[in-house]
């Protein structure tokens, strides 16, 4: 119900996009979101946006780089990544949930779609 695509290899500095198509349920009570997980960390929480509203929530060391939007028209997220870091890299998933956006515990999402590699080289 979720596919996320978009990942790849950069350089330091570069910017991706990222997308994550929804399907097969109507996710407009929804909170969707991006998290991910390098080798050998946990799943963390990146950023997510409510479906209705598009109130959006970010951890503090994406601020001012990452942007999350919705087209509801697509039934697709996007999570614009730019000035990428090396400590960016990771396997990106997006997910969706009922409760709120303020809640950033991975164990609240209950639909994940498949991740997508991101690598940053320095």
Do not use: H
């Not at 979101?33 to 963390?44: D, H, I, L, M, T």
């Not at 509801?72 to 890299?89: F, G, H, V």
């Amino acid at each position: 119900q979720l596919q996320a695509s978009g990942g790849g290899l950069v350089q330091a500095g570069a910017s991706l996009r990222l997308s994550c198509a929804a399907s097969g349920r109507i996710f407009s009570r929804y909170a969707l979101g991006w998290f991910r997980q390098a080798p050998g960390k946990e799943r963390e929480f990146v950023a997510a946006i409510t479906w209705t509203g598009g109130i959006t929530k970010y951890r503090d060391s994406v601020k001012g780089r990452f942007t999350i939007s919705r087209d509801t028209a697509k039934s697709t997220i996007y999570l614009q990544m730019n000035s990428l870091k090396p400590e960016d890299t990771a396997v990106y998933y997006c997910a969706a949930k009922g409760g709120s956006i303020q809640v950033v515990d991975v164990r609240t999402y209950v639909y994940w779609g498949q991740g997508t590699q991101v690598t940053v080289s320095s």
